[in-house]
Antibody
């Protein structure tokens, strides 16, 4: 069974940093690109970042470029999202997701709250 | 402003058929990238409803069906049931943005 389990969400102040993690199981993790998607409570889904299977390529939405860094550890089946200089507008549930052969798989999300 | 355009809401009586449109452009749906559809209940993660344009994952009722043509896609729900009340999102890939793109979501209400 495919599983994606996010962790690392917390309540922080503006300007602080966080590292989110996503533990993957049930599929060959090194074979697939991975994504982070976020959702502000009560709002829609927003793609944040992606990383290729080998980590050779990374992609970000414009609003997070320079503050967010995506990475992965294929030996441990882990995906990360390092977030610096957090802003109030980064408050959201952060999901990791991947497009597998059998369909798109999502985790349950981890909540990041940024407030002063 | 979402890259993919969905109606904010649709409604129907139990047993009726409703459709949700998802309009993109030549850099996403029109570029032949796959469209996926999700159902999201309050407080839960998105659930994959239709994969790669029209494929239903195991366990998804055949009341849900997807289609795609040109720069648009659609999700149809036939035999609407009370349990279908939820938010629905379409998703594709955009070659200009080099990332996933989503519709703004459609709230389905069963009257």
């Amino acid at each position: 069974e495919v599983q994606l389990l996010e962790s690392g969400g917390d309540s922080v102040h503006p300007g602080e940093s966080l590292r989110l993690s996503c533990a993957a199981s049930g599929f060959i993790f090194p074979n697939y690109a991975m994504n982070w998607v976020r959702q502000v409570p009560g709002k829609g889904l927003e793609w944040v970042s992606a990383i290729s299977a080998s980590s050779a390529a990374t992609y970000y939405r414009d609003s997070v470029k320079g503050r967010f860094t995506i990475s992965r550890d294929n030996s441990k089946n882990l995906l990360f999202l390092q977030i610096h200089s957090l802003r109030v507008e980064d408050t959201a549930i952060y999901y990791c997701a991947t497009n597998l052969t059998q369909g798109v798989a999502w985790g349950q999300g981890t909540t990041v709250t940024v407030s002063s | 402003q979402s890259v993919l355009t969905q109606p904010p809401s649709v409604s129907g009586a139990p047993g009726q058929r409703v459709t949700i449109s998802c309009t993109g452009s030549t850099s996403n749906i029109g570029a032949n990238f796959d469209v996926h559809w999700y159902q999201q209940l309050p407080g839960t993660a998105p659930k994959l409803l239709v994969s790669t344009n029209f494929n239903r994952p195991s366990g998804v009722p055949d009341r849900f069906s997807g289609s795609k043509s040109g720069t648009s896609a659609s999700l149809a729900i036939t035999g609407l049931q009370a349990e279908d009340e939820a938010d629905y999102y379409c998703q594709s890939y955009d070659s200009s943005l080099k990332g996933w793109v989503f519709g703004g979501g459609t709230r389905v209400t069963v009257l």
